[in-house]
């Protein structure tokens, strides 16, 4: 799901820097202007329900489309739409992975309100769940009130330190035991989020299955022209398409910014299935699962819209608890996806799980220790208003 892999792409191509150096190479690599909004978060707006929103656009989302738009309705009141050119057709044919995207935005609001002392009455689906696809009903109406008693959330202290972890973990360090079951404990925080469930392993035949079914559902994933076409033409590689476009994954840095110059690496050697590029892709997202000692992974009772969203909140609060204890966490969502191709895989992780239907994983992420990582683009909060 969600801002899945910023994939480097690495390898025994030489690289021609085209009359310049590795110094002027990491001045064209600038994506500050793609991250500004985790600076503008914090800057305040005027109004709680934009301050709120400040946060809310910051959340999660597959292939990082963030496809929240928001409609202000009188002083107290919002309400959410997905957008609709912004889903994963391909890759997440039902939007369930959209939906949990979108949960993870309202949780977000939820605590960036609670700081400036507004309790939200959230209504969701108002206007009826949607069937098979998400369609133009609004996703939740939210209401803001004021309410000296609210409960601030102490995660929300994390809120500008989460990361999605895009490099190898050390795989000889897996997460304590006592961390891992503070995280599987997360979802008992909030009343209507305790009926989904938490679980994790270090256990070594366990992680090792893991890392196996993943690299086969990766595998699948990037052979089916579909879906593999559809991840290559979001891919933004270099500054200047990523500031341009700030959503989709991104290829940022002096390494990527020569590739493109030299033409090595386009969106369309990444979509041509067994060149070098490709293979390079397979073989280095591999490796990040490769490298997980650590697995999560959450299930629902059912697989309703309204349990997606709550998969949302239950998303964020996990990535935002790893933060807090200073744990790198991926989403490897690959196996989850809900098309023919990937139906085997997705039955056996369900089985060897005992996740019966209408049980579902909603989500499944590597858990490790690597170095820091920079926030990912965002569009502007202004971008996704309605007005």
Known sequence: MFSRRALLVTGGASILVLGGSYAGLSAMSNIAPAQEPWRRATQGLGDPRLNAAAYAILAPSPHNLQPWMIRLEGDDSMTLFCDLDRRLPETDPPDRQTTIGLGAFLELLR??????????????FPEGE??????????????FVEDAGVERDALFGHALKRRTARRKFDPGRPVPSDRLAALMDISNALPGLDAIKVDGTSQPETVSWLRDICRRAWEIELRKPETCHESSYLTR?????????????YLAGPMMEAYRMTGLLTQDSMDEIGSTTWEATLSTYNGLIDSAPTFLWFTTPGNSRAEQLASGAVWIRLQLAAAAVGVGFQPLSQVLEEYSEMAEPFAEIHD?????????????????YAGGQSPSPRWPLESRIIT
């Open 130 to 143: 949607p069937g098979a696809r998400l369609d133009a009903r609004p996703i939740a109406h939210v209401h």
């Open 237 to 249: 590689i270099g500054a200047k398409q990523i500031n341009a476009n700030p959503d989709g994954i």
């Open 352 to 368: 060897r799980f005992n996740v019966t239907l209408p049980g579902r994983i909603q989500g499944l992420f590597r858990l490790g």
């Open 111 to 124: 605590q960036a309100a609670a700081e400036q002392g507004h309790r939200l009455d959230i209504t969701p």
